[in-house]
């Protein structure tokens, strides 16, 4: 038993020597993180009232943001960033009684993702 223990002992000091040095490099793997592009939610639905909404961007480089064009109830107030950020949406009150929709397209480097918005009808709400 004395032996084991004489042989144990060791053994662990040797095994934390060489694991403590690789778990405490300062660096934690966040230097390996990386979002090359999303975004909070990939479906917005706005209330039949006007009014404004932000869309999170979570991306490594820059970005920028589309909407249809000729689209004349609702505008883009911010359309560009770099690394995470938001897009912001201004959208008028839909008074009719049909519902309305839109896809705003988002771009960094190569990659793109759609977000889909309807808004409510008047009558709905």
């Not at 991306?59 to 359309?79: F, Y």
């Not at 959208?91 to 409510?120: C, K, L, P, W």
Request: hydrophobic share 40%; proline share 4%; aromatic share 8%.
């Amino acid at each position: 038993m004395k032996q084991i223990k004489k042989l144990i002992i060791p053994l662990l000091l040797m095994l934390t020597a060489c694991i403590i040095p690789t778990a405490c490099d300062g660096t934690d793997g966040l230097d390996r993180f990386s979002t090359p592009l999303a975004v909070n939610s990939n479906a917005i639905t706005l209330p039949a009232t006007g009014g404004i909404t932000n869309v999170a961007i979570y991306a490594d480089g820059n970005w920028s943001v589309d909407i249809p064009e000729g689209l004349d109830w609702a505008t883009l107030t911010i359309d560009k960033g770099s690394g995470n950020g938001y897009a912001r949406l201004k959208y008028n009150a839909n008074y009719s009684s049909t519902v309305r929709s839109f896809t705003m397209h988002i771009t960094s480097g190569d990659r793109f993702i759609d977000v889909e918005f309807t808004q409510n009808a008047q009558s709905e709400e």
